[in-house]
């Protein structure tokens, strides 16, 4: 590949990474990161529930197998939202620690355990140490 043709490939993605930084601030990827967050709580399960509670009430009878996928379906999505944003959270720890170079770095090995809410009290703890 010529020279020239790399450097204008590198001016376009220069313009390209401007509109990605003015994305990243955008109120909306705020919004959807907090969505994101609160479908990792235990509070999203019990809507899920309360959806399912309304249906069988309001309309048992459109809850055939395919209401009962799209309901396991949903459920699943959050199981699995739960477990990465535990990972996220574990990971995170972990780095916080690490960078703080203390002599508890070893006991944050094993926070991969924790719910979320408890490792995000941990970082907490820890940031107010500061």
Do not use: C
């Not at 529930?49 to 699943?76: C, E, K, P």
């Not at 574990?90 to 070893?106: G, Q, T, V, Y």
């Not at 924790?114 to 703890?125: L, T």
């Amino acid at each position: 590949m010529p020279y020239g043709s790399l450097r204008r490939r590198a001016r376009g993605n220069l313009r390209y990474r401007g509109k990605f930084l003015l994305m990243a601030n955008h109120p909306i990827t705020g919004a959807l990161t907090s969505i994101g967050t609160w479908t990792s709580r235990p509070a999203a399960f019990l809507v899920l529930l309360a959806y399912a509670i309304f249906w069988i009430v309001f309309d048992r009878q459109s809850l055939n197998w395919h209401g009962a996928a799209t309901l396991l379906t949903w459920a699943m999505t959050l199981f699995i939202q739960r477990a990465e944003h535990r990972d996220t959270q574990a990971i995170h720890a972990k780095l916080d620690e690490m960078l703080r170079s203390n002599s508890s770095a070893s006991t944050i090995t094993r926070i991969d355990d924790e719910e979320p809410e408890d490792i995000e009290k941990h970082r907490d703890r820890k940031q107010q140490g500061d």
